[in-house]
């Protein structure tokens, strides 16, 4: 079995050289792939084949990046579109009412409700300073109300005294007037866990919604449910009105899919993650990374980077282009500037220039200081965009704004300048040369370029 | 657990019938929708697998099962409730060699049997009920409890220990697992006890620190029995995904799982992943949770599970 769909893809496209645009078969052979794999992450069936679905409309006819294979691309297609699906920014809870604000947590039996409302809590209480009461409605599972209690006194969180034989919709009206005559400003309803086909116990659960009328109505949903999600989601959406997700377990080693299933059935975004045992091992949703984690993918990240650097060689021939017309400013010395540091020197750089491979070694060894160029960017960062295209308008006062911008001298700024337009200058050459299909300039005048050894900027 | 007389045993179907019949509701209409009038092609198949895949089977295992239905009927014209008799005959026979029930008969007293599972499964609820069970047979069941890390675990055992009428050690909450387990072997034997129900805390299975200190529970209680645990239950939730491999593999790899619970049968969770597991594993599964209150826990049958899973009536022959 395949480990992730990398692997998975790139067995498909093994045979699959060439380049160019992603055509019809490819996608549809690619999306095979995909759709297993998402199964086998437990998204639901119906959720992979719209998913599938609006992949290969995406993908069909985008342009495959160089130096990428066109597996890669549509890796990076579906995960942009995992990500876009599963909310794309993060919400937080959304608790902007009247105190005592009611947040409601509803869910099924042992997806992680009582501990969730109390990791929430305690995350309101210690990040928002809010005074929170928590309340156990679980009249149902045997000593549900003592474990919550429990977890208060361990959080330092007031929770609601027990009143033995209490029905949860009173213990919620009697929740929100502690909260009122309290000062409270955050109530946590924890609700026993309950099937989303238990009509009963969902009528109940709509009673304490009317009763209280929450902020938030938050479904607690382990991340290991497995096609059953979307039935849950749906349920508890139709007959509450969940307002949001809270994912568990997600420190384990499931997939996840259950995150793409509910969000796509319900809208609902899936705002917190349950990410440990701890009561403070909670964090605010990302998508991306479940993403990567859905298609089973560690190096996803790493991929997409590939292929923005991809993206970045193809600036590289714009660069080129724009050498050649003579037009070099200080936007394309800034991102010279990044991509050296990126790779390390100037090696790399020159690499990417014309007809200059042989000045590759001697510039190799100049041993270039990163942080020079780091103070180099940092200096074109504090210029205006006007200021970057011409260069012309810098007078003392700018410059002096811009030394105090970057945190250097205005010599710095100088220098920098004066290397500019000695490299504009080399370019506009280069340009001429380029033009007269010479070879390019030799390694002396490209030496000229490099900022005076051992002078210069401050290390 | 089930019991032998006739009129349990219709309980019990009726029970997983019910519970399984929401489920198998939209799996029918699926199958109704697939299959009325038509020949069983490529397509009708694919669908077929697809709803498989919907009750959890998992892609492997779902096209496996539709390619051992399309060799015997390929291109026939077939109708709903044939395909589903067939269906449910083809997932019956995968299940029939794991459908066996709880043997707690073994020379050693007590007899004792460690329960895991991820947390939220329903171990402490299996137990309240498996003491119950086996109350009802006239054993005497003393319950350790070791799940001593989540909150009121103790107090919620020490209720179910009331309710079935058996006995429950427990020490303090953070204390030490394996010691408390050691501790209530020791008072088991010393009570002449049939049975020992060890709960643990719930731990994912891929937290290693955690799934060591349950094999230094299996450890430790082999100080005192070097046999024991005799048996070791994992605890599987219905409505637990394809997660349920990794969680056979490592809970097996650290104490040994010599068989499956799994609860929560009664929504609309198929638990389809029980085929796929019994082909892998081939672990027994002794027994099926279909609701909370105690006599919810039913012996697994294969034949039932099967025909319920696909819609049909579970008890017809």
């Given at each position: 079995?395949?480990?992730?769909?990398?692997?998975?893809?790139?067995?498909?496209?093994?045979?699959?050289?060439?380049?160019?645009?992603?055509?019809?078969?490819?996608?549809?052979?690619?999306?095979?792939?995909?759709?297993?794999?998402?199964l086998?992450?437990?998204?639901?069936l119906?959720?992979?084949?719209?998913?599938?679905?609006?992949?290969?409309?995406?993908?069909?006819?985008?342009?495959?990046?160089?130096?990428?294979?066109?597996?890669?691309?549509?890796?990076?297609?579906?995960?942009?579109?995992?990500?876009?699906?599963?909310?794309?920014?993060?919400?937080?809870?959304?608790?902007?009412?009247?105190?005592?604000?009611?947040?409601?947590?509803?869910?099924?039996?042992?997806?992680?409700?009582?501990?969730?409302?109390?990791?929430?809590?305690?995350?309101?209480?210690?990040?928002?300073?809010?005074?929170?009461?928590?309340?156990?409605?679980?009249?149902?599972?045997?000593?549900?109300?003592?474990?919550?209690?429990?977890?208060?006194?361990?959080?330092?969180?007031?929770?609601?005294?027990?009143?033995?034989?209490?029905?949860?919709?009173?213990?919620?009206?009697?929740?929100?007037?502690?909260?009122?005559?309290?000062?409270?400003?955050?109530?946590?309803?924890?609700?026993?866990?309950?099937?989303?086909?238990?009509?009963?116990?969902?009528?109940?659960?709509?009673?304490?919604?009317?009763?209280?009328?929450?902020?938030?109505?938050?479904?607690?949903?382990?991340?290991?449910?497995g096609q059953?999600?979307?039935?849950?989601?749906?349920?508890?959406?139709?007959?509450?009105?969940?307002?949001?997700?809270?994912?568990?377990?997600?420190?384990?080693?499931?997939?996840?899919?259950?995150?793409?299933?509910?969000?796509?059935?319900?809208?609902?975004?899936?705002?917190?993650?349950?990410?440990?045992?701890?009561?403070?091992?909670?964090?605010?949703?990302?998508?991306?990374?479940?993403?990567?984690?859905?298609?089973?993918?560690?190096?996803?990240?790493?991929?997409?980077?590939?292929?923005?650097?991809?993206?970045?060689?193809?600036?590289?021939?714009?660069?080129?282009?724009?050498?050649?017309?003579?037009?070099?400013?200080?936007?394309?010395?800034?991102?010279?500037?990044?991509?050296?540091?990126?790779?390390?020197?100037?090696?790399?750089?020159?690499?990417?220039?014309?007809?200059?491979?042989?000045?590759?070694?001697?510039?190799?060894?100049?041993?270039?200081?990163?942080?020079?160029?780091?103070?180099?960017?940092?200096?074109?960062?504090?210029?205006?965009?006007?200021?970057?295209?011409?260069?012309?308008?810098?007078?003392?006062?700018?410059?002096?704004?811009?030394?105090?911008?970057?945190?250097?001298?205005?010599?710095?700024?100088?220098?920098?300048?004066?290397?500019?337009?000695?490299?504009?200058?080399?370019?506009?050459?280069?340009?001429?040369?380029?033009?007269?299909?010479?070879?390019?300039?030799?390694?002396?005048?490209?030496?000229?370029?490099?900022?005076?050894?051992?002078?210069?900027?401050?290390? | 657990?089930?019991?032998?007389?006739?009129?349990?045993?219709?309980?019990?179907?009726?029970?997983?019938?019910?519970?399984?019949?929401?489920s198998a509701?939209s799996l029918t209409?699926g199958l109704?929708?697939v299959?009325?009038?038509?020949?069983?092609?490529?397509?009708a198949l694919q669908d077929l697998e697809d709803i498989l895949i919907s009750a959890d089977l998992g892609v492997e295992t779902a096209s496996a099962v539709t390619k051992t239905l399309a060799?015997?009927?390929?291109?026939?014209?077939?109708?709903?409730?044939?395909v589903k008799?067939v269906l449910a005959?083809e997932i019956?026979?995968r299940?029939?060699?794991?459908?066996?029930?709880?043997?707690?008969?073994?020379?050693?007293?007590?007899?004792?049997?460690?329960?895991?599972?991820?947390?939220?499964?329903?171990?402490?609820?299996?137990?309240?009920?498996?003491?119950?069970?086996?109350?009802?047979?006239?054993?005497?069941?003393?319950?350790?409890?070791?799940?001593?890390?989540?909150?009121?675990?103790?107090?919620?055992?020490?209720?179910?220990?009331?309710?079935?009428?058996?006995?429950?050690?427990?020490?303090?909450?953070?204390?030490?697992?394996?010691?408390?387990?050691?501790?209530?072997?020791?008072?088991?034997?010393?009570?002449?006890?049939?049975?020992?129900?060890?709960?643990?805390?719930?731990?994912?299975?891929?937290?290693?620190?955690?799934?060591?200190?349950?094999?230094?529970?299996?450890?430790?209680?082999?100080?005192?029995?070097?046999?024991?645990?005799?048996?070791?239950?994992?605890?599987?939730?219905?409505?637990?995904?394809?997660?349920?491999?990794?969680?056979?593999?490592?809970?097996?790899?650290?104490?040994?799982?010599?068989?499956?619970?799994?609860?929560?049968?009664?929504?609309?969770?198929r638990g389809g992943v029980l085929v796929a597991?019994?082909?892998?594993?081939?672990?027994?599964?002794?027994?099926?949770?279909?609701?909370?209150?105690?006599?919810?826990?039913?012996?697994?049958?294969?034949?039932?599970?099967a025909?319920?899973l696909v819609g049909?009536?579970?008890?017809?022959?």
């Open positions: 079995m395949f480990e992730n769909l990398t692997e998975r893809l790139g067995t498909v496209f093994e045979s699959l050289t060439r380049r160019g645009a992603l055509n019809e078969s490819h996608v549809t052979e690619a999306l095979r792939e995909v759709r297993v794999a998402l086998e992450a437990d998204v639901a119906s959720v992979v084949k719209d998913f599938v679905a609006q992949v290969k409309e995406k993908a069909i006819g985008e342009d495959v990046v160089k130096s990428v294979t066109p597996g890669q691309m549509v890796i990076k297609i579906v995960n942009d579109h995992l990500v876009e699906l599963l909310g794309g920014e993060t919400q937080d809870l959304e608790l902007r009412a009247a105190p005592p604000v009611p947040v409601l947590i509803v869910g099924l039996q042992g997806s992680g409700k009582t501990t969730s409302a109390a990791k929430i809590g305690l995350r309101l209480k210690t990040q928002e300073k809010k005074k929170v009461l928590l309340a156990s409605l679980d009249v149902y599972r045997p000593a549900a109300q003592k474990q919550l209690r429990v977890l208060g006194e361990q959080t330092e969180i007031q929770t609601l005294p027990i009143i033995e034989g209490q029905m949860p919709v009173d213990i919620a009206k009697r929740a929100m007037q502690a909260g009122s005559l309290g000062g409270y400003d955050v109530i946590m309803l924890d609700t026993a866990g309950r099937l989303h086909v238990d009509e009963a116990l969902m009528a109940e659960v709509t009673a304490i919604r009317d009763a209280v009328n929450p902020a938030e109505i938050l479904l607690v949903a382990d991340s290991l449910t059953d999600a979307v039935n849950v989601a749906k349920s508890f959406k139709d007959a509450v009105g969940v307002t949001g997700i809270m994912l568990t377990r997600t420190d384990g080693d499931a997939r996840g899919g259950a995150a793409l299933s509910m969000r796509a059935v319900t809208g609902c975004p899936i705002k917190l993650l349950g990410t440990g045992e701890k009561l403070d091992e909670i964090e605010v949703f990302h998508p991306d990374r479940i993403a990567s984690r859905i298609l089973g993918m560690g190096d996803i990240v790493g991929l997409v980077e590939k292929a923005k650097e991809t993206l970045e060689e193809e600036d590289a021939e714009k660069l080129e282009k724009k050498i050649l017309k003579g037009q070099f400013d200080l936007n394309d010395l800034a991102s010279q500037l990044r991509q050296m540091r990126r790779m390390g020197g100037m090696e790399g750089l020159m690499g990417m220039l014309p007809g200059i491979g042989k000045a590759k070694r001697q510039i190799a060894e100049a041993n270039i200081d990163t942080k020079l160029l780091m103070r180099q960017e940092a200096i074109i960062s504090s210029m205006t965009p006007t200021e970057r295209i011409k260069v012309k308008v810098l007078n003392s006062s700018r410059k002096r704004r811009i030394a105090a911008g970057s945190g250097v001298t205005i010599q710095d700024v100088n220098r920098l300048l004066k290397q500019y337009k000695q490299m504009a200058g080399m370019m506009k050459k280069v340009g001429k040369l380029g033009r007269r299909g010479k070879k390019g300039p030799g390694a002396q005048d490209l030496q000229n370029l490099l900022p005076p050894q051992g002078g210069g900027f401050p290390r | 657990m089930a019991k032998a007389n006739g009129e349990r045993k219709r309980g019990f179907l009726s029970r997983l019938r019910k519970g399984l019949s929401r509701g209409q109704g929708g299959l009325t009038k038509r020949k069983l092609n490529d397509e060799a015997n009927r390929y291109n026939k014209q077939v109708d709903a409730d044939e008799a005959d019956a026979a299940l029939a060699p794991v459908a066996i029930p709880f043997d707690f008969s073994g020379a050693s007293k007590p007899h004792v049997v460690l329960v895991a599972g991820v947390n939220g499964t329903g171990k402490t609820t299996t137990i309240g009920k498996l003491a119950n069970n086996l109350r009802e047979e006239g054993k005497s069941v003393f319950i350790a409890a070791s799940d001593t890390f989540r909150a009121a675990a103790i107090d919620q055992l020490k209720i179910w220990g009331d309710r079935a009428g058996a006995t429950v050690i427990s020490g303090n909450v953070g204390g030490d697992a394996a010691g408390l387990a050691f501790e209530a072997l020791e008072k088991a034997r010393a009570a002449n006890a049939d049975i020992l129900l060890i709960d643990t805390a719930g731990r994912l299975q891929n937290k290693t620190d955690l799934m060591d200190e349950l094999t230094k529970v299996v450890r430790v209680i082999g100080k005192l029995d070097a046999t024991a645990p005799h048996s070791v239950l994992l605890v599987l939730d219905a409505t637990t995904g394809q997660n349920a491999h990794s969680q056979v593999e490592l809970f097996q790899k650290a104490c040994n799982v010599t068989g499956l619970v799994m609860t929560k049968l009664d929504g609309t969770a597991l019994a082909s892998k594993f081939g672990l027994p599964v002794h027994a099926i949770g279909v609701g909370e209150a105690i006599e919810d826990l039913q012996a697994f049958d294969a034949r039932s599970f025909r319920a049909l009536d579970a008890n017809e022959t």
